[in-house]
């Protein structure tokens, strides 16, 4: 069985900083991409930061700039450093990954944590 356990979110000033951590755990093979999506009530989950296993980086757009997304792959952790933080990124942050397991080996798996919520008051 494979967990993705968030840590890190809070109540935060604008213009604050935050740093989220996501740690994958279980009978894990390989990971592949990891990130982090957001979503507010009423609202789909969007993408605010992939990076692959070899450390290429993706961001939306309006986090660009003030978001850094990184991961450890020894330690099987992605984190995500949110700067210069706005009330529009308020939101519960998802840790995503693909992840094979080793009962499947090379197919890869969508896998999400629990959310951890950040708030930037307005």
């Known amino acids: 069985q494979v967990q993705l356990v968030e840590s890190g979110g809070g109540l935060v000033q604008p213009g604050g900083s935050l740093k989220l951590s996501c740690a994958a755990s279980?009978?894990?093979?390989?990971?592949?991409?990891m990130g982090w999506y957001r979503q507010v009530p009423g609202k789909q989950r969007d993408r605010v930061a992939l990076?692959?296993?070899?450390?290429?980086?993706n961001y939306e757009d309006s986090v660009t700039g003030r978001f850094t997304i990184s991961r450890d792959n020894a330690k099987k952790t992605v984190y995500l450093q949110l700067n210069s933080l706005k009330p529009e990124d308020t939101g519960v942050y998802y840790c995503?990954?693909?992840?094979?397991?080793?009962?499947?080996?090379?197919?890869?798996?969508?896998?999400w944590g629990q959310g951890t919520q950040v708030t930037v008051p307005s």
């Open positions: 995503y990954a693909q992840i094979s397991t080793i009962a499947t080996m090379i197919s890869y798996q969508d896998y």
């Open positions: 990076i692959t296993r070899t450390g290429r980086t």
């Open positions: 279980g009978s894990i093979f390989s990971i592949n991409t």
